[in-house]
C-alpha cells in the first residue's frame, strides 16, 4: 500500500508513528516471504518509506490484510480494486486467500510490474490484475469492494465518487478515516485500525408508505432527509405526525420504526431497489410485508458532494 506525504511536520508525525508500529512487531515483509521475489536476480524491490510522486509506501501488516478482506465479506463473486496498490498485497490476498477477482491502481511502474511477478509467483496471475494509473483519474465503478490505505486529505478528495458507486459496495480503509462520514464498523488490529463503510441507498425525500394496522391497510406520507448513512423522517396520519426512530442505510438495506395509530412500536425493515423499497413489518408478535413508493425525485444525499474545503482539518481539531 502507499501513503501520500502530508506536510513535513504531519509527515514527520507519521513516521514517528509507523516507527513505533514496526517497533511493536506489527509490520512484516509482504506475503509472508522468506525472501522477496526477484531478490536473487537482482528485480526491483521497494523499501519501506521509500519516496515516490508525492507518496512513501509504508506495507500493511498480513493479518490486517486479512481482516480488511474479511470486514468487507469478500467472496468468489466480488471483483476488488485497492487503491493505491503498492507491492499488491491485497489484491493478491483477495484472490488466493478470497478466490475473487481484483485490480491494484498504482501509480509507481516498479511497483506495477513488482506487484505482477507476486501473483505470477502466487498462482493468482489470472484474478489479480494491475494497473499503471493516477486513483484520481480512474475508473474505478466495477468494484463490489474498494479497499485503500490513504491519508484524510485523500480519502476526502475520493469521497464523493465512492458515495455515487453502487448502494452496497463495501469500502475498507487501514488506519485512515473520510471525514464526517462514519465508518459503520471499526476494528482494531494491534495498534492500528480498520474501518468499514457500506455505500448507502438514497432514501430521501418523499415516500407514500402502505403497511398493515388492526384496522385494515394504512397509506400514509412519509418525507425522509438522508446524510451519508443516516437518516431523519416523518410520517403523517390523519390526527397527528410522528418522527421515525432507529434509523439506519445499510447499503442497499434500510431499516427505521414509529409508533402508528394503534399505539403499536412498528420496526420496518427494507431492500431499496430505486424509489421503492419493500420488505416487512414487526409489531412485537407477527410480521407483515410493506412498501414505499418516493413521489417525485431523489434530493441529493447530503454529504455525497465534493467535501469542502478543510473538512478534514476542522475534524481533527473536535
Known sequence: MTITALPQAMRRAFLARSASVVA?????SSMMLARPVGAASGAYEPQRGQAGKDVIWIPSPDALVTRMLRMAA?????????????????????????SAQGKGIEYNPEMVELSKRRAEAAGVAQKAEFEKADIFESDFSRATVITMYLLP?????LRHRILALKPGTRVVSHE??????TPDETSRVGTASVHLWLVPANVGGDWELTFPQQKGPAKVPMTLSQTFQNFTGDVVFNDFSTKVREPKVLGEQVRFAFTDEDGRLRRFEGQVAGDRISGTVFDGSTRAPFTAVRQGGAPAIAGSGPAPEGEAESISAE
Request: hydrophobic residues 50%.
Open 74 to 98: 469478500v467472496t468468489p463473486q466480488d471483483y476488488v480494486i485497492d487503491l493505491g496498490s503498492g507491492d499488491g498485497k491485497i489484491v493478491i490476498a483477495a484472490a488466493s486467500e478470497f
Open 176 to 181: 485512515f478515516l473520510m471525514g464526517k462520514w
Open 153 to 157: 486529505h485523500l480519502n476526502l478528495k
Open 24 to 28: 511493536g512487531g506489527l509490520l512484516v
